[in-house]
């Protein structure tokens, strides 16, 4: 089955940076598109960022300059840079993955940006 796994996650400041990991099993990521997704309390699910089979990156606008998403394909990962986080950038972060016509989520990894 597929797996997928998020890791990374931790209590920042603001102004300062974190490297979220989305790391799968059962499926070879090279050649599927990926998303990250964040849901903060009370809020719905958002994207974040997508990044293509062939490498091409779109992001949110409220994220836009501020993060990079791009993959590793010999590791099977798909990483999230985040730079100049704020407060409202807290929430859970979760990759996904559509494959054989289904929807694969990681268990998520939480993000905190406080002082």
């Known amino acids: 089955q597929v797996h997928l796994v998020e890791s990374g996650g931790g209590l920042v400041q603001p102004g300062g940076s974190l490297r979220l990991s989305c790391t799968a099993s059962?499926?070879?990521?090279?050649?599927?598109?990926i998303r990250w997704y964040r849901q903060a309390p009370g809020k719905k699910r958002d994207l974040v960022a997508f990044?293509?089979?062939?490498?091409?990156?779109t992001y949110a606008d409220s994220v836009k300059g501020r993060f990079t998403i791009f993959r590793d394909n010999a590791a099977n990962t798909v990483y999230l840079q985040m730079n100049s986080l704020k407060p409202d950038d807290t929430a859970v972060y979760y990759c996904?993955?559509?494959?054989?016509?289904?929807?694969?989520w990681g268990q998520g990894t939480q993000v905190t940006v406080s002082s």
């Open positions: 059962g499926i070879i990521f090279n050649g599927y598109h």
């Open positions: 996904n993955v559509y494959y054989g016509a289904s929807d694969y």
């Open positions: 990044i293509t089979s062939g490498g091409s990156t």
